[in-house]
C-alpha cells in the first residue's frame, strides 16, 4: 500500500513540475519535510482547499488530526449517498473520545459545481455540518492531483454525472495513508479499528 501510495505521490509530484509554480511548491516541499513530514505525507502538497465555510486552507492545517477522506461530488445519486451512508456508519461506531481526534472528510471531484455555498448546503441537507464533518473543494488540477494520490479514478461522462472509484482512505497524524476501504456498502470493521489504532498511537 505504502509503495503504491509513494508511487502515486512521485507521479503527482512530477505532473506538477510541469507548472510555472513548481520551484515554489517545491520550496514548500523542503520545507514541510524540515518539519518533520515523511516523503510519504499529504502535507507535502502545498496546493489551497476550500472548506464548506469558504475557509481557505493548506492540507497540513490538518496535521495532528486522524484523517477519514473519501471523493465525492453532491449532485451525485448513485454511489455517493451509498459512500456518505458509509462515511456516516463509521463515524456512528467510533469510540467519543476517539471522535474528538478525527476529521471526517469529503472532498469534491466536481469543483464547478461543489461551491463552499453548495458544499454547506449538502451538509446541512445530510446533517453533517458539525464537528468532525468537513467539506472540501479545490481547482480542477489539485483535485485530480489528489485524486491521484488516493488511487481515485473519475470521469466525467455526461454534463452532471461522473463516474468514480468508491474509496475511504485513512491517514495518520502525519499525513501517512494507513488504511484503503474499497466498494460500497463493505464491512468496514477493519477500517473503524484501524481510525481507532491511528488515534490511539497519539
Known sequence: MKKILFSAFLSALFLTSCNQNAENKSEEIIEAQSEGISEMSIYNLPTTWTTQDGEDIKLQDL?????????????????CPRLVADMRNIEKELPEDVKSEVKMIFVSIDPETDTPE?????????????????????????????????????????????????????????????????????????????????????
Not at 463516474?163 to 497524524?173: D, K, L, P
Open 118 to 202: 453548495r458544499l454547506k448546503a449538502f451538509a446541512k441537507e445530510n446533517l453533517l455540518d458539525e464537528a468532525p464533518w468537513m467539506f472540501l473543494r479545490s481547482s480542477e488540477e489539485n483535485t485530480r492531483e489528489f485524486a491521484a494520490i488516493l488511487a481515485v479514478n473519475y470521469k466525467q461522462i455526461t454534463p452532471i454525472d461522473f463516474s468514480h472509484s468508491n474509496i475511504i482512505s485513512v491517514f495518520n497524524r502525519k499525513g501517512e495513508m494507513v488504511f484503503q476501504q474499497e466498494g460500497l456498502g463493505v464491512n468496514s470493521n477493519n477500517t473503524i479499528k484501524s481510525i481507532i489504532n491511528t488515534a490511539k498511537k497519539g
Open 63 to 79: 496535521q495532528g488530526k486522524v484523517l477519514v477522506m473519501v471523493m465525492i461530488y453532491t449532485s451525485c445519486t448513485a454511489a
